[in-house]
């Protein structure tokens, strides 16, 4: 039976979030085009609450300055690779039913994974942490599917506002 907190795929949702990413890729070759799409989109998608343009936006491709200097470490929470600190409870079941409606497994977690992945954007805190075993972390990968797309998390928002004041 899933938990209340599960989350339906919403394809279209998804498949928006995908198109928002394509087409930032192409800002990227261009530093000062770069930057004024970044300010003009979300201020855009933040005055529309357009969640899934918003979480694009966070893909760490836009981790730059006008300079080109990486500002990765200087967000908060810092986007730098690290092992999550924090120890998996005795005898925790695997949370997959928590990220995918309809779906249990049944075995022990082994492994603690982002529930935003980490290589788009996500952020290492235990809100956005969850409890997998091997086999269900390994399905989830760096998927998007299973992410709540109603709403920004608290530390979306925060990496959001400092990007936009490195940006502008």
């Not at 079941?93 to 995918?100: F, H, K, P, R």
């Not at 982002?114 to 809100?127: I, T």
């Not at 998927?143 to 990496?159: I, N």
Request: charged share 15%; aromatic share 8%.
């Amino acid at each position: 039976m899933p938990t209340a907190n599960a989350v339906s795929i919403n394809p279209v949702v998804v498949s928006r979030y995908l198109s928002c990413l394509q087409q930032q890729e192409s800002w990227v070759r261009d530093p000062a085009l770069h930057m004024t799409e970044w300010v003009f989109t979300y201020e855009e998608a933040t005055a529309a609450q357009d969640v899934p343009t918003l979480i694009a936006l966070l893909h760490p491709m836009h981790y730059v300055k006008g300079d080109g200097s990486n500002i990765a470490s200087a967000l908060t929470p810092p986007h730098i690779r690290a092992e999550p600190k924090i120890r998996i409870p005795h005898a925790r079941g695997c949370q997959i039913s928590d990220l995918v409606s309809g779906i249990h497994c049944g075995r022990l977690a082994t492994q603690v994974d982002h529930k935003f992945p980490f290589a788009l954007g996500g952020a290492n805190l235990a809100e956005n942490y969850v409890f997998l075993c091997a086999i269900c972390n390994q399905m989830k990968s760096t998927s998007v599917l299973h992410f709540d797309w109603q709403s920004l998390p608290e530390w979306a928002e925060l990496r959001l506002n400092q990007l936009h004041l490195c940006k502008t």
